[in-house]
């Protein structure tokens, strides 16, 4: 494989010696205590192009890899998406060093952008900043993982993806919302699925006045006790809730494995 792979490239990187003659600018080094100049030449810009459209390639194509990989090997659907995340930072950041470096760009020529980054943080660009690293957060805490269905605010969904700066939550309506990783972080956040998918209904049924309360409590938990979907361990429990204004209210709890079946089962039951 990196014999073909050398094989492969030879050419272009024996073509990239013919502009080595060619210099575009002189990049400041100091070496044993001495400033000296360094050109830099075409040829080093058509690599660091390269290694620019490698980084591309591989930030596209290497994550899919990893995530067939771990489909595969039967990882979760949270995890993959963690990993496959990670796999993107981590190839732009080594790309990004490989390109600068070939350019001859050094960290202390970036210190008036750091410093003025620090100034832009203080004037603006705190919530970008919090997003990013809560984002960060989200990716190895996992208190929301994609596929979970959680409620934010008002707003209930499934999470469709996790993202530098925001999170997408699809609702039952297939509207997309766009939450700020921030608020998942610091804000209060329900999360049905983050350790177990098993949920419990409530449901309310009403009998009139006069009804046998004995009867009715005993067809409701058999009605829950014939579907299906609802869990046998826990058992359903049928219970007396309240007097109503008009009837007798009888209160349904009951387990079931998934809230994907919460519509069906409250319309089944």
Do not use: C
């Not at 010696?17 to 400033?35: A, K, P, S």
């Not at 008002?154 to 997309?176: C, F, L, P, Y």
């Not at 609802?230 to 009888?250: K, Q």
């Amino acid at each position: 494989g990196l014999l073909g792979l050398s094989a492969l490239w030879s050419p272009v990187f024996s073509a990239l010696t013919i502009f080595e003659g060619v210099t575009l600018w002189h990049r400041t080094v100091t070496v044993d205590g001495e400033i000296t100049q360094i050109p830099v030449t075409l040829a080093s810009v058509l690599l660091a192009l390269i290694y620019g459209l490698g980084t591309g390639v591989l930030a596209r194509r290497l994550p899919a890899l990893a995530e067939i990989v771990l489909l595969r090997a039967g990882v979760s659907s949270g995890t993959r998406y963690t990993a496959t995340t990670l796999i993107r930072y981590g190839i732009v950041a080594i790309g990004v060093g490989l390109v600068l470096n070939t350019l001859g760009v050094r960290w202390n020529q970036f210190q008036w952008l750091v410093a003025a980054l620090g100034v832009g943080i203080g004037f603006g660009l705190q919530e970008i900043v919090a997003n990013f690293i809560s984002g960060l957060i989200m990716l190895f805490e996992r208190p929301v993982r994609v596929g979970d269905t959680v409620t934010v605010g008002e707003v209930s969904g499934v999470v469709a993806r996790i993202q530098i700066r925001a999170t997408t939550i699809r609702g039952w309506d297939n509207k997309e919302l766009l939450v700020p990783n921030r608020e998942f972080i610091t804000g209060r956040l329900l999360n049905w699925t983050l350790s177990d998918r098993v949920i419990r209904l409530t449901l309310v049924v009403g009998v009139a006045y006069g009804t046998d309360m004995e009867l009715a409590l005993r067809l409701v938990r058999e009605a829950a006790e014939e579907e299906e979907r609802v869990l046998d361990d826990p058992a359903p429990l049928v219970s007396f809730d309240a007097f109503g204004d008009s009837a007798l209210m009888i209160n349904l709890r009951a387990f079931i494995s998934s809230i994907d079946y919460r519509i069906a089962v409250n319309t089944s039951l």
